[in-house]
Structure formats: structure tokens, C-alpha cells
């Protein structure tokens, strides 16, 4: 009971973490005018797969670990519920490649940026994005691609099965989807985004050099900050490169793993810390991506002190107390 109740618990904190940050990235966006810019589009495009995530499918997944694995909504909703999960991580990991692609043509050529990502492209990149993920979620699953046998999966069940309380919801899947679902989803964005980043570290760097070559020696106040920015840069693209990393790498690799060796009955502690691993990748992008950029934690700031801001400024007077309130 104490051990359910503290499982209960720390899913509902969790859930409740994901849905409120990225729902403040959405209200940041829409609120202020600086952030009112194409780069923005992106981060937005992120926090609300991010939203949808913690509304949509961590509830379900918090019932299944809750209730050991056991699906009482029979194969129709367990295979929408396996779509979305599919869709939005994946939607999740190309909105974090594509902003990676955007901060490096914002800093490795500012001049030409806005002849480079212009809204048309913005646009198509976007679409892109959701097409591919709802081709490896719903067009897969639907058609019968990721089953040995290419069947639909989870079609031979319903709610009113006698039993149902006993039946899981799993994923299916055969060795070519499982390669290319991981290459195409994870590891190629890995590697692209470890490209992508190490060259905006190099362009930092060589900025931060130009600047130091250019400063007098007796300047020492100015090599300071340019050092100072340096080991921003580095700090930066380390926790955002490494949250990535961490949260999604785990599931990944356990995924082929499980895919080339045949086996489709996946431990389901081993499971379920992967799987919420990756969740975690969710939580982290509200912090780790608008925390980082200062037009984003002064627009946040802004909402979260605003009320308290405005009692303080404005306090209720005595004669209109129970109009107040």
C-alpha cells in the first residue's frame, strides 16, 4: 500500500511537472513581443509535443505502471495510445534536431539567418516534423508494418473480452522496423545534433578568440567576460546535449536490443525505467531550452510574478475589501 501510494505519487508529480512547464513555454511565447520571432516557432513546436505528451499519454502510461501492466481498454485504444506515445516522442526528437540546425545557422552566419529561415520554410520544416512522426506511429502501427507477421496488432481484443482485466497492452515489432525506426529517429538526429553542436562550440570559440585578439592587454576586465562566455557555451551545450543523451539513449539502445534478438516480452521493470527515462527528456526541455535564453526566463518571470506583482503595486484598499474580495 505505502509502496503504491508513494508510486501514485511521484507519477503525478512528475506529470503535473511536464504539463506546467512546458504550458509556461507556451504562455511565454504567446506573451511576449521579443519572443515573437521565427527561431521562437521551433521551441514552441517543442513544448507543445511536450504538452500533449504529459496530457495525452504519460496518464495512461502512469495507469499501466500503476496497474502492472494490465490494459482494461481493449486493442482499439491500446494500439491509439501506443500511436500517440510513438508520434510525440518522435516529434519530440526531431523538434529538438531541428532546433539545433536553427541555433547553428543563427550563429555561424547572423547576416544571412533571416534569408535562410524564412516563415515558408519554417512552415515546411514543421510539417515535415509531424508528418514523419505520424508515419512511424499511426501509418506503421495501422498498416501492420512493425508486426513479424504484418498484421495489425491488438485487434483480436475489445473491452467487453471476458479476462480483459488480465490482457497488456505491448508494442509489437520485427527486427527491419526496430533498425530503422532507431536510425532514422534517434540515431541519426544524435549524430546530426552532436555535429550540429560541436560546430556551434568551434564558432564560439573562434568568436571568443577574434575578441580576445582584438582587446588590448590591459583590457583584462573584457578577457574575463569573453572567458566567462566561453565556459557558458560550454556548460550550455553540455546540459542540453547531455539531458538528450541520457533520457533517450537508454531506451533506444534497450529497444533494438530487444528488436534484433526476437524478444517481445520486455522485462517490465527494465522497461518501465527506460520508457520513463525518456519521459523525463520532456520534463528537462522546459528548463534546459527557455531557461537558457534570457528572453525566456524574463517572460517567465514575468508571468509567474505577475499576479503577486500587481497585489503588492496595487493593494486593495479598506473601503473596497469586500468588493475585493
Given at each position: 500500500?505505502?509502496?503504491?501510494?508513494?508510486?501514485?505519487?511521484?507519477?503525478?508529480?512528475?506529470?503535473?511537472?511536464?504539463?506546467?512547464?512546458?504550458?509556461?513555454?507556451?504562455?511565454?511565447?504567446?506573451?511576449?513581443?521579443?519572443?515573437?520571432?521565427?527561431?521562437?516557432?521551433?521551441?514552441?513546436?517543442?513544448?507543445v509535443t511536450d504538452l500533449l505528451l504529459g496530457l495525452l499519454v504519460m496518464p495512461l502510461s502512469a495507469m499501466?505502471?500503476?496497474?502492472?501492466?494490465?490494459?482494461?481498454?481493449?486493442?482499439?485504444?491500446?494500439?491509439?495510445?501506443?500511436?500517440?506515445?510513438?508520434?510525440?516522442?518522435?516529434?519530440?526528437?526531431?523538434?529538438?534536431?531541428?532546433?539545433?540546425?536553427?541555433?547553428?545557422?543563427?550563429?555561424?552566419?547572423?547576416?544571412?539567418?533571416?534569408?535562410?529561415?524564412?516563415?515558408?520554410?519554417?512552415?515546411?520544416?514543421?510539417?515535415?516534423?509531424?508528418?514523419?512522426?505520424?508515419?512511424?506511429?499511426?501509418?506503421?502501427?495501422?498498416?501492420?508494418?512493425?508486426?513479424?507477421?504484418?498484421?495489425?496488432?491488438?485487434?483480436?481484443?475489445?473491452?467487453?473480452?471476458?479476462?480483459?482485466?488480465?490482457?497488456?497492452?505491448?508494442?509489437?515489432?520485427?527486427?527491419?522496423?526496430?533498425?530503422?525506426?532507431?536510425?532514422?529517429?534517434?540515431?541519426?538526429?544524435?549524430?546530426?545534433?552532436?555535429?550540429?553542436?560541436?560546430?556551434?562550440?568551434?564558432?564560439?570559440?573562434?568568436?571568443?578568440?577574434?575578441?580576445?585578439?582584438?582587446?588590448?592587454?590591459?583590457?583584462?576586465?573584457?578577457?574575463?567576460?569573453?572567458?566567462?562566455?566561453?565556459?557558458?557555451?560550454?556548460?550550455?551545450l553540455a546540459a542540453v546535449l547531455g539531458a538528450f543523451i541520457v533520457c533517450w539513449f537508454p531506451y533506444f539502445?534497450?529497444?533494438?536490443?530487444?528488436?534484433?534478438?526476437?524478444?517481445?516480452?520486455?522485462?517490465?521493470?527494465?522497461?518501465?525505467?527506460?520508457?520513463?527515462?525518456?519521459?523525463?527528456?520532456?520534463?528537462?526541455?522546459?528548463?534546459?531550452?527557455?531557461?537558457?535564453?534570457?528572453?525566456?526566463?524574463?517572460?517567465?518571470?514575468?508571468?509567474?510574478?505577475?499576479?503577486?506583482?500587481?497585489?503588492?503595486?496595487?493593494?486593495?484598499?479598506?473601503?473596497?475589501?469586500?468588493?475585493?474580495?
Amino acid at each position: 500500500m505505502l509502496l503504491t501510494a508513494l508510486r501514485w505519487v511521484a507519477l503525478v508529480a512528475f506529470i503535473v511537472l511536464t504539463v506546467c512547464g512546458n504550458v509556461l513555454v507556451c504562455l511565454s511565447v504567446a506573451t511576449s513581443r521579443r519572443l515573437h520571432q521565427i527561431s521562437s516557432c521551433f521551441i514552441l513546436s517543442l513544448a507543445v509535443t511536450d504538452l500533449l505528451l504529459g496530457l495525452l499519454v504519460m496518464p495512461l502510461s502512469a495507469m499501466l505502471e500503476l496497474r502492472n501492466g494490465r490494459w482494461p481498454l481493449g486493442g482499439v485504444f491500446c494500439n491509439i495510445y501506443i500511436s500517440l506515445d510513438i508520434m510525440l516522442c518522435s516529434a519530440s526528437i526531431l523538434n529538438l534536431l531541428a532546433i539545433s540546425v536553427d541555433r547553428y545557422l543563427a550563429i555561424s552566419d547572423p547576416l544571412c539567418y533571416p534569408r535562410r529561415v524564412t516563415p515558408r520554410r519554417v512552415a515546411i520544416t514543421l510539417t515535415g516534423i509531424w508528418t514523419c512522426s505520424l508515419a512511424v506511429s499511426f501509418g506503421s502501427i495501422n498498416l501492420g508494418w512493425n508486426t513479424p507477421d504484418f498484421r495489425v496488432q491488438n485487434l483480436d481484443w475489445n473491452m467487453w473480452d471476458e479476462g480483459e482485466e488480465g490482457r497488456t497492452c505491448r508494442y509489437e515489432w520485427n527486427n527491419n522496423y526496430v533498425l530503422l525506426k532507431a536510425f532514422c529517429i534517434f540515431y541519426l538526429p544524435l549524430l546530426v545534433m552532436c555535429g550540429m553542436y560541436h560546430r556551434i562550440f568551434c564558432v564560439a570559440r573562434a568568436q571568443v578568440r577574434r575578441i580576445r585578439a582584438t582587446t588590448p592587454s590591459f583590457a583584462q576586465a573584457a578577457k574575463a567576460a569573453a572567458t566567462a562566455r566561453e565556459h557558458k557555451a560550454t556548460v550550455t551545450l553540455a546540459a542540453v546535449l547531455g539531458a538528450f543523451i541520457v533520457c533517450w539513449f537508454p531506451y533506444f539502445t534497450y529497444f533494438t536490443y530487444m528488436g534484433v534478438w526476437g524478444r517481445t516480452h520486455p522485462n517490465k521493470l527494465t522497461h518501465s525505467i527506460v520508457l520513463w527515462l525518456g519521459y523525463l527528456n520532456s520534463a528537462l526541455n522546459p528548463i534546459l531550452y527557455p531557461a537558457l535564453n534570457r528572453d525566456f526566463r524574463r517572460a517567465c518571470g514575468q508571468l509567474l510574478c505577475s499576479r503577486s506583482c500587481r497585489q503588492r503595486e496595487f493593494p486593495p484598499s479598506k473601503g473596497n475589501t469586500l468588493k475585493s474580495i
